[in-house]
């Protein structure tokens, strides 16, 4: 398994910018396709974005599509998520996940991080 450890997050204004930056250990990070969720109060934990191993494909929801960039850097060991046009309904606490299949399903990441809180005010 990878240990991952996400950092970043913060408060901003509606409209701003915050890159989020997740840190893998292990020599095997480049095997894993990586992705992040995020999770609001009371809210289930959705999919944001993945990527695949390489870097070469990435896939987002819908609702950052445009907004939001997933990159990585295998020599790294790091995975990064650009956010900008951030809103208020971005507001919510941010996990990346490592999984050995292109999914967006929480249930198919086998690893997480602890998560980031993200807060955008209006």
């Known amino acids: 398994q990878v240990q991952l450890v996400e950092s970043g997050g913060g408060l901003v204004q509606a409209g701003g910018s915050l890159r989020l930056s997740c840190a893998a250990s292990?020599?095997?990070?480049?095997?894993?396709?990586m992705g992040w969720f995020r999770q609001a109060p009371g809210k289930e934990r959705e999919f944001v974005a993945r990527?695949?191993?390489?870097?070469?494909?990435?896939y987002y929801a819908d609702s950052v599509k445009g907004r939001f960039t997933i990159s990585r850097d295998n020599a790294k060991n790091t995975v990064y998520l650009q956010m900008n046009s951030l809103n208020v309904e971005d507001t919510a606490v941010y996990y990346c996940?490592?999984?050995?299949?292109?999914?967006?399903?929480?249930?198919?990441?086998?690893?997480w991080g602890q998560g980031t809180q993200v807060t955008v005010s209006s």
């Open positions: 996940a490592a999984s050995l299949m292109p999914t967006s399903t929480p249930g198919g990441f086998r690893s």
């Open positions: 990527i695949s191993s390489s870097g070469a494909t990435t």
């Open positions: 292990g020599r095997t990070f480049s095997g894993y396709v």
